[in-house]
């Protein structure tokens, strides 16, 4: 079995089992492939460094042995806070309002990313499969050919693709898409993204797609293709039947006092829709006066990304909100919005999804969402919740027995609130089944052995038939 390198920006190993876990979806899906197979995670430690030495700090973790590097400080604003996170995050999420064009944040990125493929050389060996992920690390793989690598080498995606009439917004683009193509495999969550990638690289860069779907890049074939990351199905349920779980379960339980509760799980990110989410709740407690007061929506919302303005206001926003909705819905021994901005232990999220009736989640844009299948995967199957999904999250391509909403309307969220609170057992049972089946079977497993086969050129449609 080949090695896998795996590159992403951040390294985040939980450090025992009963910590608060890594937040965001690419660490909770890389910490369970990587302890699957032999390889490192190499990253950006999270730390900053006066002058950038390229110095690794390998370590073994958990099963995992990471290599990481220190930052400087002008790197993380640029690379980081730039234009990572205010380019192409928010372009990337359609939400071109927010994005930022600044050169500098460009000349960060490139600057990082030749770091980035300085220090990891050293670790590549010849058999070694090189997986890089996310949007930090775009042009990643093309400085790596460069420096002589010939490994096969993949990148995955986490995020949406813009429409190409969005991404012609960022100067530069043709510059950022071509040096995509130095990878040998480019995986998607959905066909949705996939699609829109196709569109820009056949219109905007003049390239063939060929029959089987790969791109012909100069007599190089390049799949790309869609891989929906899923959970790591065993272990979350593991996780779910534990003491630690049944004990959060029946704390959060007992301080419901057996009203309705409804839980939302986000990192604090305007992709999420929380603040949608917290005005379509205000208008369900407005248009069902009877109902109010029988219903509590718990937000667990850890902050995110504090050093960029947007993530600051999109928090004060929230701050506002929930203080109104509770001003005006509130009764001396009621609150119903719990707002709360702190991690948790993944078994004790796995215990309140449980104690959950309702799972909503709402985001304007995801590239896949893994709290949706968290949410289905700790339900009780004789008494399940129910999940109410956005439309626009990619995990609704493989939940289509959630109850899907347009997040944008107040009033559809509501009334789905409504619909939810009234489904009989039969009907609950029955979606559920239908979604824990799919949850379980396209788990983070199935992605990583499908992505590893496309990477050894064995998957269908695949073009190469070489480990490099
Ligand atoms: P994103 O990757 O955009 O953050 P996902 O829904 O795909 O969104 O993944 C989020 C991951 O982070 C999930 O596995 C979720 O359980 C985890 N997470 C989110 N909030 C918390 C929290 N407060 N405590 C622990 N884990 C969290
Ligand atoms: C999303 C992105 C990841 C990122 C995570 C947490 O899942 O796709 O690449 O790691 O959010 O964000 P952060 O900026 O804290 O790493």
Redesign the pocket.
Known sequence: MSRLIVISNRVSVPKAAGA?????????ALNSALREHRGIWFGWSGQETEEFTGHLNMQRIEGVTTATIDLEPQDIDEYYNGYANRTLWPLFHYRIDLTEYDRNFGEGYERVNARFADSVLPLIEPDDLVWVHDYHLLPLGSMLRQKGVKNRTGLFL?TPWPPTRLLVSLPFHERLVSSMLEYDVIGFQTQEWLESFIHYVSKELGLPITEDGTIDYGGRRIIARAFP?G?DFAEFVEGANSAEAREAHDRLKASVRGRKLMIG???L?Y??GLGERFESFGRFLTDNPGQAGDVVLLQ???P?RGDVASYQQIREDLERKTGHINGAHADVAFVPIRY?N?????SH?AGFYRAADIGL?TPLR???????K?FVAAQDPEDPGVLILSQFAGAALQLADALLVNPHSTEHVSETIKRALEMPLAERRQRHEKLLASVCDEDVQHWREEFVAALFGQAEGGGADDTG
């Open positions: 608060a876990g890594a937040q965001g979806g690419l660490a909770v986490h990351i959970i799980v986000d990192r990110d992709s999420k667990i919302a850890p995110s709360v702190r991690g948790y232990p993944r999220l989640v995801d590239g896949m969402n893994l709290v949706a968290e």
